[in-house]
């Protein structure tokens, strides 16, 4: 469902899609069967002339079941979401792959500036690039991002990739991501961060290797 709005762009996308739609679906079937059962409960007990309204006290076992039952089923479908949201979780904040590249990213009011390695491959050195509202990644290549913030909270989020991390200032926050699709794509705030939160914006290029070498050779 979510995958049919929002194109997912890296290799985690799909298994947070997974979760989202499972949680979406599960609420949709309960949902339209609590609405569905309402309006009948309406028609059956409706008000009929010579028939005599029922004392129900809810602790008849006949009529018990028809809570007790769904809601039993429902605390299965909670456990059910708990595990696959667990399991991705670990996938994405545990389970890290070897790392290609990476990249630092530092929010401020109201913009995202972010520092790629240079051709040496090495964060911290003389040839590193800085950017400003532009990334420039490479496709099919793992990068281990470090976020902060140089005045107040702010969200990294990148939807393409299904990535949102909170930005805390005081704190480097590490994170990875694995482009999967090659593109011009949106960055956010997504964390009211002040007067101008609703402009700051930026955009994330995801390049071909060839693309990314030739940016590269430009940017230097």
């Known amino acids: ?41 309406l028609w059956r007990y409706r008000y009929r002339e010579g028939v005599k309204a029922l004392y129900v006290t809810g602790n008849e076992p006949e009529l018990k079941r028809w809570i007790n039952i769904p809601h039993y089923l429902i605390i299965l479908c909670d456990l059910a979401i708990i595990g696959f949201a667990v399991q991705t979780w670990y996938k994405v904040k545990q389970d890290i ?29 003389d040839d590193d690039i800085k950017t400003a509202d532009v990334l420039h990644v490479e496709v099919d ?43 011009a794509f949106d960055i956010q705030c997504a964390e009211m961060c002040g007067i101008g939160h609703g402009i700051m914006a930026a955009r994330i290029i995801v390049e071909t290797p060839e693309q990314h070498a030739a940016w590269l050779a430009g940017a230097k």
């Open 141 to 183: 290549k793992t990068y281990q991002f470090t976020l902060e913030s140089r005045d107040v909270l702010h969200s990294f989020s990148v939807p393409i990739f299904r990535l949102k991390q909170d930005v805390i200032p005081g704190r480097e926050i590490q994170g990875w991501f694995h482009p999967t699709v090659a593109g």
């Open 1 to 41: 469902m979510i995958e049919s709005l929002v194109q997912p762009g890296s290799t985690f996308a799909p298994d947070i899609d997974f979760v989202i739609n499972l949680v979406g679906g599960l609420v949709f079937f309960w949902g339209g069967l609590t609405v569905a059962m309402f309006f009948w409960l």
């Open 97 to 125: 792959p070897p790392v290609d590249d990476e990249i630092r990213v530092v929010g401020q009011q109201w913009a995202w500036t972010f520092q790629h390695t240079g051709p040496d491959g090495k964060m911290g050195t």
